[in-house]
């Protein structure tokens, strides 16, 4: 009996519903997987449909068609290792999220997901039936238990499969990126290790789906919670990894331990990989957005240069007689240093034949909000022209801080097919665009230099929608307010909360208000890459009709 385990890994991107693209790229880590001599070659989770594919798996004909192609996965891979990969998988009429082990042409053996997520962006109680908690498979000289994502989340599946022989475990993943997932995953992993004496290999996917962003980062422990292995963040790998048998088991020979970037680098690449796995699976090769000389339009522009090459961008400062002469300036030279395409379009003579068209049904009245929205939803209605008639999808460009309290005009500058930074809070968009400023990596198609001016940075910011305007005269400071945010909308905090943080209690309920009547706008609002477990979208789901308010 050979005292040799060699896995080949598939840390890789699917795309979500394209069964045969995914069946190719599993061919490819298959056949990397033979000719390095591999016993088993592993995919994550869900793999051959991709995730997370949320109702689309209940469809019938997507059940059929997943059979089809597994079935023809299993003969193209008979000759060779044993291929395991994740699939929606019907057994009677239940629905399971299955791990199957292809060998000899056929299906071998089913490992069927036992605990279903529920929170979050996971909702599989709704689409999954339950598996029961079964044993290990059989692979070459050893017995593999495979506790699916959630599974190992828990003590139990691990147990039971440590208990019915399983001599290491191999964890397939489609595990989501939230800040300081990683540490999490770690951390419940060598709990796992600790509990089951078994050695443990996490696998997770990578690549962006709608607002998620699988970020890779696989590993693998051996007793006693010692880090074995350790893949890079956000990259694609195929690699082998090695288990010796002596007289105490299986142990996993030491490897490659890429090092992780800090949170920074981290939370930048995801929103990269977002916007440009975004584009490359719904079909856009080029991006536009409004570039106002602020910071947010900066660093979305930024964004879009290194996720898909300037020369797929296109800049487009669209200016009212209300657009500062350094505005001007400054978007200009944010285009120039990124070398993006730049166009003007001025609004003044388009603004001004809407205020005469309704000048007689707005006679007597005074000029408000309505006439500055007015400003940004000609913006949004040029810029989806230019979209339309270029092919160009629009990005827009409000940060969370403004997606929280509605600070954004509806069919105006929120427009768009994407947001970027729809997670992010304005106080990390400073510090972001001053950590690209000091930092390039080889995975950014951007230039090398400061792309945003420092001024751009420092000046206050501004919709410049009237007069002398600044953000400031609306909302707090936004110190205080992401501040705020942060309690109320990442730690579903209360007004209490608030005041024991120090803030004034009217300003919190201020804010708390403005969250609430904002909800019709998020719903109506672009996806965006997904940072924070208080994502708005599937983490946050809340009512549009609310009149509910904190008493406290």
């Not at 385990?5 to 490819?28: C, E, M, S």
């Not at 990269?272 to 910071?295: E, Q, W």
């Not at 240069?305 to 209300?322: F, I, T």
């Amino acid at each position: 009996m050979s005292d040799r385990f060699r896995i080949t890994l598939g840390q890789l991107n699917p795309t979500v519903g394209d069964l045969r693209g995914n069946a190719t790229l599993a061919r490819k880590a298959w056949a990397a997987g033979r000719e390095a001599g591999a016993d088993l070659v592993a995919l994550p989770e869900m793999f051959i449909t991709g995730y997370n594919a949320q109702d689309l798996v209940m469809r019938r004909a997507l059940q059929l068609d997943v059979a089809d192609v597994i079935a023809q996965l299993a003969k193209d891979c008979a000759e060779g290792p044993a291929l395991a990969i994740g699939a929606p998988w019907v057994e009677g009429t239940k629905l399971y999220n299955a791990y199957l082990i292809l060998k000899g042409g056929q299906i071998a053996s089913q490992v069927l997901k036992h605990h279903l997520p529920n929170e979050t962006v996971f909702d599989e109680v709704r689409i999954f039936d339950a598996g029961p908690m079964g044993g290990p498979y059989s692979v070459g000289n050893s017995r593999v238990g495979s506790p699916i994502c959630e599974d190992a989340w828990h003590e139990d599946v691990a147990e039971t499969l440590a208990e019915t022989g399983a001599e290491f475990l191999l964890v397939p993943n489609g595990s989501p990126y939230y800040r300081g997932k990683f540490e999490t995953r770690l951390n419940l992993m060598v709990a796992r290790v600790v509990e089951t004496g078994l050695p443990l290999i996490y696998l997770n996917m990578v690549g962006g789906q709608d607002d998620q962003v699988f970020d890779g980062a696989s590993f693998a422990l051996n007793p006693g919670g010692a880090l074995a292995v350790q893949l890079p963040v956000l990259e694609e790998v195929i690699t082998h990894v090695d288990l010796e048998r002596g007289a105490a088991g299986w142990r996993i020979v030491e490897g490659e331990k890429a090092a992780h970037p800090d949170v920074w680098e981290q939370d930048y690449r995801v929103m990269v990989t977002s916007l440009r796995d975004y584009c490359a699976k719904t079909g856009f090769d080029k991006v536009l957005l409004g570039l106002s000389g602020g910071i947010d339009s900066a660093i979305v522009a930024t964004i879009a240069v290194d996720a898909l090459g300037a020369e797929n961008v296109r800049c487009v400062m669209l200016p009212s007689e209300y657009t500062s002469e350094a505005s001007l300036d400054d978007a200009k030279a944010v285009a120039t240093a990124l070398g993006c395409r730049y166009d003007t379009v001025p609004i003044s003579k388009g603004r001004a034949a809407i205020t005469d068209t309704l000048a007689p049904l707005f006679d007597g009245l005074e000029p408000d909000l309505t006439e500055e929205n007015i400003q940004s939803r000609l913006r949004g209605l040029l810029l989806m022209a230019l979209s339309n008639k270029f092919g160009e999808m629009l990005l827009t460009t409000g940060n969370k801080s403004e997606v929280a309290v509605g600070y954004a005009t509806i069919y105006g500058d929120m427009a768009g097919g994407y947001n970027p930074i729809k997670d992010l809070y304005k106080t990390r968009v400073f510090e972001t665009c001053r950590w690209r400023n000091a930092n390039h990596r080889t995975w950014m198609k951007g230039p090398e230099v400061e792309v945003i001016p420092e001024r751009v940075i420092d000046k206050p910011p501004s919709a410049e929608l009237r007069e002398d305007q600044k953000d400031s005269d609306s909302l707090p400071d936004y110190p205080d307010l992401d501040a705020m945010l942060e309690i109320l909308v990442d730690q579903a905090g209360s007004i209490e909360d608030c005041v024991a943080a120090g803030f004034d209690r009217e300003v919190a309920k201020r804010v708390e208000h403005l969250i609430y009547i904002s909800e019709y706008k998020r719903f109506q609002s672009a996806p965006g890459a997904r940072l924070t477990k208080g994502a708005f979208w599937l983490d946050r789901r809340y009512p549009i009709v609310n009149r509910w308010r904190d008493p406290s």
